[in-house]
C-alpha cells in the first residue's frame, strides 16, 4: 500500500511537472513573440539624402542591408549639405544597430552640436540599459525565462533540493524582469521622431495660416501624437503643435504619420 501511494504520489509531481512545463513552453512563446514586436523595426525607408561619395544616396550597404556604418556615412553626407535634421535620424538609426559604438556616440553629439539641440532627457536608468540593444536584452530576458522555467519542473519533481531550485526559479525570473524592462526602456517609441526641416514654428491648427505656438529647431526631438492631411500633431518639450508631414521624420519608419 505504502509503495502505490508513493508511486502514485510520484506520478503525480511527474505529471505536474510536465503540466507546468507546458505552461511556460507556452508562456515563453508568447513572450518572444511579444518582444519581437517590441523590437525595432528594420530600417526599410529610402533614405533622402546627398549622394555619398561613390555616388548613391542610400543608406544601404553593398550587402543590400542596413548598417551602422552605412548610416553613418549618410549623415555625414547630409551634415555636409547642411541637413542636421536629417544626419541626426539615421545617427538615432544606427545607435540602434551598435548601442556601445563610440564612434556613432561622437557623430551624433556633432550633429546635436551643429543643430544647437539638446538629446532627449534620459535617467542613470536609462543610460545603463544603454549599454545593450532592445535585442539583446530581450535574448537575456529570454535565458532568465528558461532559467524560472526549469527550476519549476525540478521543483514539481522534487530534484536538486527545494532552496536551490527556487533560488534558480527567483533568479531566473529576476533576470527575465531586467532584461524585459531594459529593452523596453532602451527601444525608441514608433512616435519618436526629429524635426528634419529647416526650423520653423509648430502651429496651433493643421493649416499654414494657423497662429504659431511655438519655435521648433531643426534636429529637435518630438514625439507624433497624430496626424491630419498633411500635418501632424507633435509633442515637444514647450507643448504640442502642429507641423507639416514632410518636416518630421520617425526613427523607426511605420505608422506614426497615418491619420
Known amino acids: 500500500m505504502n509503495r502505490r501511494i508513493q508511486t502514485n504520489t510520484g506520478n503525480g509531481h511527474i505529471a505536474r511537472g510536465r503540466v507546468v512545463a507546458v ?28 549622394a555619398l561619395a561613390d555616388g548613391s544616396t542610400s543608406a544601404h550597404d553593398r550587402g543590400g542591408g542596413y548598417s551602422a556604418r552605412a548610416l553613418v556615412a549618410a549623415a555625414d553626407a547630409a551634415l555636409a549639405a547642411g541637413h542636421p535634421g536629417a544626419a541626426i535620424v539615421e545617427l538615432e538609426r544606427a545607435r540602434l544597430l551598435a548601442p556601445r559604438s563610440a564612434a556613432v556616440a561622437s557623430h551624433l553629439a556633432h550633429a546635436r552640436e551643429v543643430a544647437s539641440v539638446s538629446p532627449a532627457p534620459g535617467g542613470r536608468a536609462r543610460r545603463l540599459a544603454g549599454l545593450l540593444s532592445g535585442s539583446e536584452w530581450s535574448g537575456l530576458a529570454l535565458a532568465g525565462l528558461a532559467l524560472a522555467a526549469a527550476g519549476v519542473v525540478l521543483l514539481s519533481w522534487g530534484a536538486g533540493g527545494r532552496r536551490r531550485t527556487l533560488g534558480l526559479v527567483m533568479g531566473g525570473v529576476a533576470v527575465a524582469s531586467l532584461g524585459f524592462l531594459a529593452a523596453a526602456e532602451v527601444t525608441p517609441s514608433r512616435q519618436d521622431a526629429v524635426v528634419v526641416a529647416a526650423s520653423e514654428p509648430a502651429r496651433i491648427a493643421p493649416f499654414p495660416a494657423a497662429e504659431a505656438a511655438f519655435p521648433l529647431p531643426e534636429g529637435a526631438a518630438v514625439s507624433v501624437v497624430r496626424a491630419h492631411g498633411d500635418y501632424v500633431l507633435v509633442s515637444a518639450a514647450d507643448g504640442q503643435g502642429w507641423l507639416p508631414r514632410s518636416s518630421v521624420e520617425t526613427i523607426l519608419p511605420g505608422s506614426a504619420h497615418r491619420p
Open 23 to 50: 505552461a511556460l513552453a507556452v508562456l515563453m512563446a508568447l513572450l518572444t513573440a511579444t518582444a519581437a514586436r517590441a523590437e525595432p523595426a528594420p530600417v526599410t525607408a529610402p533614405v533622402t539624402v546627398p
